[in-house]
């Protein structure tokens, strides 16, 4: 290659809509309390209804609706109460015409009646009277047994990761276990004859330090993935195309930062490319920062190439790696990523076709770009989140309103 840097970068776009891998983990049984964050895998239903029977929404009076009518504070209904519903008990009293039943919240509905006065509507004249100061529909106060849920409905959804109500309703419903998809086990794979592990406490010059995997698997496992570093690879094609190999036999998806020189990186393209078909989709994306990602498959396993830079790689990693991540991990509706609206601070250029990832510090609405190489880890580690300039966009003018993805 002549020291020079020759592909053609594909839009991030293009390659998320074609770049879709086949391959799905297989499933497992846990149980619902070690289920937040797995993702079914197929829906979850209920096996009753609930809440199962009908019951009381106020703290007051079980009676039948049609007997309240006309009420007011002038002239009140007035009825007997022959007693009350305790907590968790089935009612033991029916309702009839002129008679009313005391029902705290939560409470099951007697017999009979189809409505609940609250108690702030009423006047206990007598020990077993009470008077009605307004009139109530049929239904006011009370939540049918199957309003929340119905039978055989769907309490949770495939290829949605579980969240932490989703949870309380298997609970309501009585689920304990739920079949859901394995995480993916994610290769990551650190090459450069620089890199060094990040224990090593004395340098030599020229040396650095191995951040990329530890940041790479904090992501894939805030992703729903299961990391499996790999160790540091040297700048040797030989021992890089065993080290591939051996991490695709194993693995769900792949990773490898490769190094940042043009020939180091040539070398990881070639070993990826001699793994076997369909081989390699893609290398060069139009991002900024990230431009020599490299995506590709060995039979089923996804084989994501990133940067050698750290701030590039972990960037890449998030728009890039994290969607072909949870879709191998059966992720169809992945969570929402928290974003605040902002105001530029000053403009930002761009460049129409590309995809720029811009790092923002937020202070009192405002969103303040950080700019500086792709070597710098600190711009990622100073920042609140990011914004996105779209691939047809030609930069911001300051004061423009922003979306800004939160970390």
Do not use: W
């Amino acid at each position: 290659m002549g020291g020079t840097e020759f592909f053609t970068a594909m839009p991030v776009s293009e390659a998320l809509a074609g770049f879709r891998p086949t391959r799905r983990t297989g499933t497992e049984l846990v149980s619902r309390d070690e289920a937040l964050g797995r993702v079914p895998a197929s829906p979850v239903t209920s096996g009753t209804a609930l809440p199962g029977f009908a019951r009381s929404t106020v703290d007051g009076y079980a009676v039948r609706a049609a007997d309240t009518y006309g009420a007011g504070e002038s002239l009140p209904a007035y009825f007997d109460v022959p007693g009350s519903v305790r907590m968790g008990t089935r009612a033991g009293i029916a309702v009839r015409r002129g008679i009313a039943v005391q029902v705290p919240t939560g409470a099951a509905i007697p017999e009979g009646a189809d409505a609940v006065v609250m108690v702030e509507h009423t006047q206990r004249t007598m020990p077993a009277a009470v008077e009605v100061t307004r009139p109530v529909a049929v239904g006011e106060g009370i939540v049918r047994a199957d309003e929340d849920v119905s039978a055989g409905a769907e309490l949770a959804t495939e290829g949605r990761p579980l969240r932490a109500h989703d949870l309380g309703m298997l609970a309501a419903a009585g689920v304990s276990e739920v079949r859901v998809r394995e995480k993916p086990l994610v290769g990551i794979l650190a090459t450069g004859d620089e890199v060094v592990p990040p224990e090593t406490v004395d340098t030599e010059p020229g040396q650095v330090r191995d951040a990329t995997t530890s940041a790479l698997s904090a992501l894939v496992t805030e992703a729903g993935g299961e990391p499996a570093p790999r160790g540091i690879v040297p700048d040797d094609v030989e021992v890089l195309s065993k080290s591939l190999a051996a991490a695709v036999r194993t693995c769900d998806v792949v990773v490898v930062s490769a190094g940042s020189s043009v020939g180091a990186r040539d070398e990881t393209t070639a070993a990826v490319a001699a793994l076997g078909e369909p081989g390699v989709y893609c290398h060069g994306l139009a991002i900024k920062p990230g431009k020599p990602t490299l995506l590709a498959e060995c039979g089923t396993v996804p084989i994501i190439g990133l940067p050698g830079n750290p701030l590039s790689a972990l960037v890449v990693f998030r728009v890039v790696g994290v969607p072909i991540l949870r879709t191998v991990g059966g992720i169809t509706e992945p969570p929402a990523r928290p974003t605040v609206t902002a105001t530029l601070s000053r403009a930002v250029a761009s460049a129409a076709g590309r995809l720029d990832i811009v790092q923002v510090r937020l202070r009192d609405g405002m969103a303040t770009p950080l700019f500086g190489a792709s070597a710098l880890l600190s711009l990622l580690t100073g920042a609140d989140g990011y914004i996105v300039i779209g691939e047809a966009a030609t930069g911001l003018d300051a004061n423009t309103t922003v979306s800004v993805t939160l970390y």
